[in-house]
Every structure is written in structure tokens, then in C-alpha cells.
């Protein structure tokens, strides 16, 4: 019998001499005169193929063989061999190819030109199979394995917070509604519906953050993080925003913002090494086909020490750049995108950790700081992407909090759970969340994060 390899490893020169089993998708077939065929198996895998000979010796070779096109499916058992070809170590010398689904050329839409992204969004179901999605969900999956190792190493627990909430944890309003109600004929309370006989007697939401939940284990447990989808109903339609989103969200108690800084820097590292070293074929096609800056940008997160600046000096910057900006820079408004990219990609040309936001642009949960104006916010900014992460240290003085919430029209009776932390062993504590999407493509270099996510929910489309 023999042994079922991968592509991966029937391409690597320790296999030649092995009978081997490989199963997958054909990309390409050519016919050589001499009376045999070269296929080019993919099995997702690793970025290559692998060049299968299948001569003419075989006995459906005339039947199937020569009707092969791309996106057939075959198992192919051979021998592996040294390949006399340029840029592969190895091919396989077939005995016997069994087709197991065929592809109509005139109808299979990945075609041998090249698609673009738009297109393949279209086709949600059959994009894996391009190089370029293979290579995105390898580095997705690369990248999802670094920060659970990250975190397992140094001893945070993973938690599981709820995806149905009825709190509003940005007070942005931008949340999804979770209702049994019949919409068509909704029972009445006065002028509104009437919540409290909907399934949570209450109104209920799809999570927009986990972080409130995840105070609550860190401080009990120490350090804890969270990996879950998030989702927010923004209508923006932007290249960086998403629907339905994942999100990483560390929490630890005894920590300041400064702790909080030097926790987002070293996850990032330890993220682009992991990418470096386990995806480097992946690697060098971003780098030869998306954007050419790619392996060197993570080079850099590796290398390099982020700048850590307080808002208000950023401001300052932006102010005295003498840049035109599309939206104007003002002490109190926050950062739009185009600020953020002038400071990362011109001005330090480094990613850049801001700080001491001003409390009337951020939620309540952060802490006030002396000045009484600012708090002790901080956003990770990386150069393309913009923020890759938002976090603060929190507010753990129960009155300041009490204010807070008032001040943003926040009933404290509602987060009376929330308040309990502060009245009861409070401490000193900071997280923050980083978007899974945007690190995929800050290292990818995909313009849309529509082509970071398998499945991408965004307005007006969800399909798949
Ligand atoms: P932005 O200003 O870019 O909308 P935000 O301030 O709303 O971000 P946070 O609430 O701090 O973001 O969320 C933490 C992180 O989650 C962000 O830094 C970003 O990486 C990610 N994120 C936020 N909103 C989205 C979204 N709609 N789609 C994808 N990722 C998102
Ligand atoms: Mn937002």
C-alpha cells in the first residue's frame, strides 16, 4: 500500500523513492508529444503543486486522463522521484489516477487568467481553492495558532464570553438586535414594543465586545483572554470594516497601561515571527503579487520599537504637517484614518502606540486621568491598516466610574455587575482588543478586509 503524503510533503526531497497515495485538485494539465501528460496537483497543503506524469501506458489515460482541466478532483498513486524540472525538488511518476469529480471547462469559473478580488467575492465557495485564498487561510490559521500560544505560554486563560449580551459595551449603538418577537405584529407597550415579554425579557444584542466579561475573570483569575466573533452593524462600507468580526481581547488585573502597551507590542512580534517562519512561501507571494513591502513590514514589527505618543502630541504633528487632510485635525475629535496613516507611514514610518485620548471621545470603562481630560486610552496604529488595536487601562475607582457612566447617559443600575468589580477587591487592570482581520491584512497586504475572512458579512450582503 502506499502512504498518503500531502503535496507539502511528497515536495520535499526527503520523500523521492516513496510509493505514495496524493489527493486533490488539478490545476493545470499539459500533453507532451512524446505521449504523456504533466498534471499540477494543489491539495491546499502548501502554496506549490506538484507535477504529476501520468504516460499513456495507463489505462484510462485516452478516458479521462487527457479530458483532466482545472478543478478536477483526483487521487494519484505514484512514485516520487527527483525532478530533472527547474524550481521543484520533486514530482511523481503516476501508476494510477483515479478522477473522482470532474470540472466543465466552459462552466467552472476559476479559469487559468486571473479574477479579480470583486469576482472571487462572488464566489465565496470556490475561491479557496485560488493561490491566493489558500495562502490567506494558511496565514489566517498561522495566525490564530500564534496567539493561542502566545497567551497558553504566558499564562492567561481562555474564556469564553457570550455572543448574545444586553449590554452595550462601546455605547456606540451600532449592535444587531437578537429577537423571538414577531416583527409583523410586535406585542405593544404604551408607544414602543414590548421587550419584556421577548425571549430574554429584556432587549438583547449580538456582542459588539467581550471585554466586560472578561474583566470579570481577570479580576478573580488574574490574566484572561477572549477569541470570538464580534459584531457590529456599522454601515460604513469601508475596506476596513466588517459586520461580523474576530476578535482578540486580553484582560489583566495588576496591570497599568504601560503593561497593557508592552503586551500589544510583544503579540504582534511574536505573531509576525510565527508568520515569518511557518508561512514563508505563503510569504513570498504576497510579497511577489500584493504588495511588495510585505516580508519587510514584518521584519520591521519584529525589529523595530513602537513609538509610543500621547494624542495630544499627535495632534500637534498633524496640525504642523502641513498636510491636506480631508478632514480637519482638532484637539477633541478623533483620529480619522488618513491622520492615522500620516503618522505611521510618513511621519515615524513605525507603528505607533497613541495614548491619553480625550475622555469625551472614548467609552466610559477607561481611566480618568489627573488632568481630568483625557484618559488612559491607547491605539495600536500600523502603517496600510491604520488600528489594528484599541484598549485602555480601566476606570477601578467605583465613583469616577459612577460619573462616567452618567456622563454618557448610562444607567449604573444596569451594570450592576460591572460596578461590583469596583466595590469589591477592585484592582488596577487593562486589556484591549485586536481585530483578527486587520492583522491578516496588515501581514497579507490585501487592500479589503473583505478577502481576510472566509465568509465576509458586510451591508447588504451575506451570502454563503
Ligand atoms: P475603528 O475606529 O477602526 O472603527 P474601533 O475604535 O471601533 O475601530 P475598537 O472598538 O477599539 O475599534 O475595537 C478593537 C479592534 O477591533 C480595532 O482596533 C480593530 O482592529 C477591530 N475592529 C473594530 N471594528 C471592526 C470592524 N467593523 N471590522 C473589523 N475589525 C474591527
Ligand atoms: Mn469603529
Known amino acids: 500500500m502506499p502512504d498518503k503524503l500531502t503535496v507539502a510533503q511528497a515536495r520535499d526531497a526527503d520523500a523521492i523513492g516513496r510509493e505514495v497515495l496524493l489527493q486533490g485538485w488539478v490545476r493545470t494539465r499539459r500533453d507532451s508529444k512524446a505521449g504523456f501528460s504533466f498534471l499540477e496537483i494543489n491539495d491546499g497543503s502548501c502554496f506549490g503543486t506538484i507535477q504529476v506524469v501520468a504516460d499513456a501506458e495507463l489505462t484510462n489515460y485516452e478516458s479521462e486522463i487527457k479530458k483532466l482541466s482545472a478543478g478536477c478532483s483526483v487521487s494519484i498513486e505514484g512514485l516520487v522521484k527527483e525532478s530533472p524540472g527547474k524550481g521543484q525538488a520533486t514530482e511523481v511518476q503516476a501508476t494510477k489516477v483515479t478522477v473522482h469529480g470532474t470540472a466543465d471547462v466552459e462552466t467552472y469559473p476559476l479559469q487559468k487568467k486571473r479574477h479579480s478580488f470583486e469576482f472571487l467575492r462572488t464566489i465565496a465557495h470556490l475561491r479557496p481553492r485560488t493561490n491566493t485564498f489558500g495562502a490567506i487561510a494558511r496565514v489566517r490559521n498561522c495566525v490564530c495558532n500564534s496567539i493561542h500560544q502566545f497567551f497558553q505560554e504566558d499564562g492567561f486563560l481562555y474564556v469564553h464570553t457570550p455572543v448574545i449580551t444586553a449590554s452595550d459595551c462601546e455605547g456606540a449603538g451600532e449592535m444587531f438586535q437578537v429577537t423571538t418577537l414577531d416583527l409583523n405584529n410586535p406585542p405593544r407597550k404604551g408607544s414602543g414594543v414590548d421587550f419584556e415579554v421577548d425571549f430574554f425579557d429584556r432587549p438583547a444584542y449580538l456582542t459588539v465586545s467581550g471585554q466586560l466579561e472578561a474583566e ?162 491607547m491605539d495600536v496604529l500600523v502603517p496600510k491598516v491604520g488600528e489594528i488595536i484599541g484598549g485602555s487601562q480601566r476606570e477601578e475607582r467605583l465613583d469616577v466610574l459612577e460619573d462616567r457612566m452618567r456622563q454618557q447617559d448610562l444607567n449604573p443600575e444596569d451594570y450592576w455587575w460591572y460596578l461590583d468589580l469596583r466595590r469589591y477587591g477592585s484592582v488596577p487592570h487593562s486589556g484591549f482588543g485586536l481585530g483578527l482581520e486587520r492583522v491578516v491584512q496588515f501581514i497579507t497586504g490585501m487592500a479589503n478586509i473583505r478577502d481576510v475572512i472566509p465568509f465576509p458579512r458586510t451591508p447588504g450582503s451575506a451570502e454563503f
Open 216 to 377: 470579570i475573570f481577570a479580576c478573580g483569575l488574574g490574566k484572561a483572554y477572549t477569541f470570538g466573533p464580534t459584531f457590529r452593524a456599522e454601515n460604513s462600507n469601508t475596506a476596513r470594516h466588517l459586520a461580523e468580526f474576530w476578535m482578540i481581547e486580553p484582560e489583566m488585573a495588576f496591570c497599568d497601561l504601560a503593561g497593557n502597551m508592552d503586551l500589544a507590542e510583544q503579540l504582534l512580534k511574536r505573531i509576525s515571527r510565527d508568520v515569518l517562519d511557518k508561512c514563508r512561501e505563503d510569504m513570498e507571494f504576497f510579497k511577489e503579487r500584493i504588495d511588495k513591502t510585505a516580508i519587510a513590514t514584518l521584519q520591521a514589527i519584529i525589529d523595530c520599537d513602537f513609538i509610543r505618543l500621547p494624542y495630544t502630541e499627535a495632534v500637534e504633528i498633524l496640525k504642523s504637517s502641513g498636510e491636506k487632510f480631508e478632514f480637519p485635525v482638532e484637539w477633541g475629535h478623533d483620529l480619522q484614518s488618513e491622520h492615522e496613516r500620516y503618522l505611521t507611514e510618513k511621519h515615524f514610518d513605525s507603528p505607533v502606540i497613541l495614548y491619553d485620548y480625550p475622555s469625551t471621545i472614548k467609552p466610559f470603562y477607561m481611566r480618568v486621568n489627573d488632568d481630568g481630560k483625557t484618559v488612559r486610552a
